[in-house]
């Protein structure tokens, strides 16, 4: 490799890493504030429950709007159960919605890193935890506390929920699909390394309900 291009490849490597050091020193500003989301998505459930003309419909425009960046204003961990896509449960449209999908809206290292993404390198200042009302998830836990292959790994992080929600008044299915997401948050607000943007941001669980369409949200 010739002097030059030597040069050109350190000077490269130099001017990134700059970038990155100055991107984790200087955090992008919230793209909404954790409250004023919370009220977003709170409208939007809105308009998909009571089957009001939907807002948040992707087009070309929006598409072209949205391909050289993103500032989603809030960070969805869902189940990946598909009646349940966070877009349209909220109606909202491309690039407003950073979502982490996985069957039970469980976490891992993977999912913990995606949201301390979100929040510290694209804005979002709310998390909430959406679980749904019937989850197969929970319900396989609830019959045992093994299953065959990897869900084998879902009914296993499901059974704290499974034991704190035991005895319980109600159906059992809705109080540890409730308690399942409150401890998935609760465990978001204990595992995340988000700095001192900690302060801004807001956590919250929260139930969707397929019969009426509406999110019901728990106390954070």
């Given at each position: 490799?010739?002097?030059?291009?030597?040069?050109?490849?350190?000077?490269t490597?130099?001017?990134?890493?700059?970038?990155?050091l100055?991107?984790?020193a200087?955090?992008?500003?919230?793209?909404v504030?954790?409250?004023?989301?919370?009220?977003?998505l709170k409208e939007?459930?809105?308009?998909?429950?009571?089957?009001?003309v939907?807002?948040g419909?992707?087009?070309?425009?929006?598409?072209?709007e949205t391909?050289?960046?993103?500032?989603?204003?809030?960070?969805i961990?869902?189940c990946?159960?598909?009646?349940?896509?966070?877009e349209?449960?909220?109606?909202?449209?491309l690039?407003?919605?950073?979502?982490?999908?996985?069957?039970g809206n469980?976490?891992?290292?993977h999912a913990?890193?995606?949201?301390?993404y979100?929040?510290?390198?694209?804005?979002?200042?709310l998390i909430?935890?959406?679980?749904?009302?019937r989850?197969?998830?929970?319900k396989?836990?609830?019959?045992?506390?093994h299953?065959?292959?990897?869900?084998d790994?879902?009914?296993?992080d499901?059974?704290?929920?499974?034991?704190?929600?035991?005895g319980k008044?109600?159906?059992?299915?809705?109080?540890?699909?409730?308690?399942?997401?409150?401890?998935?948050a609760?465990?978001?607000?204990?595992?995340?390394?988000?700095g001192?943007?900690?302060?801004?941001?807001?956590?919250?669980?929260?139930?969707?309900?397929?019969?009426?369409?509406?999110?019901?949200?728990?106390?954070?």
């Amino acid at each position: 490799m010739k002097t030059t291009s030597k040069l050109t490849v350190f000077a490269t490597i130099a001017c990134l890493s700059v970038a990155a050091l100055a991107l984790a020193a200087d955090p992008p500003a919230a793209s909404v504030p954790a409250d004023a989301a919370l009220a977003k998505l709170k409208e939007g459930n809105l308009r998909f429950a009571t089957s009001d003309v939907s807002k948040g419909k992707p087009t070309a425009a929006r598409r072209k709007e949205t391909a050289e960046a993103q500032h989603p204003f809030a960070i969805i961990v869902a189940c990946a159960d598909s009646r349940t896509g966070p877009e349209l449960v909220f109606d909202q449209n491309l690039g407003e919605l950073f979502v982490v999908r996985t069957a039970g809206n469980l976490i891992d290292d993977h999912a913990l890193g995606t949201i301390e993404y979100g929040v510290g390198n694209l804005g979002a200042r709310l998390i909430v935890v959406l679980g749904h009302g019937r989850c197969g998830a929970v319900k396989a836990a609830l019959a045992s506390d093994h299953a065959p292959g990897h869900i084998d790994s879902l009914v296993r992080d499901i059974q704290p929920a499974v034991k704190a929600a035991k005895g319980k008044p109600g159906n059992a299915l809705d109080a540890t699909i409730t308690e399942n997401a409150r401890q998935v948050a609760a465990q978001i607000k204990a595992k995340a390394e988000l700095g001192d943007l900690a302060r801004e941001v807001r956590i919250v669980s929260a139930i969707y309900n397929f019969d009426t369409g509406k999110v019901e949200w728990d106390k954070d």
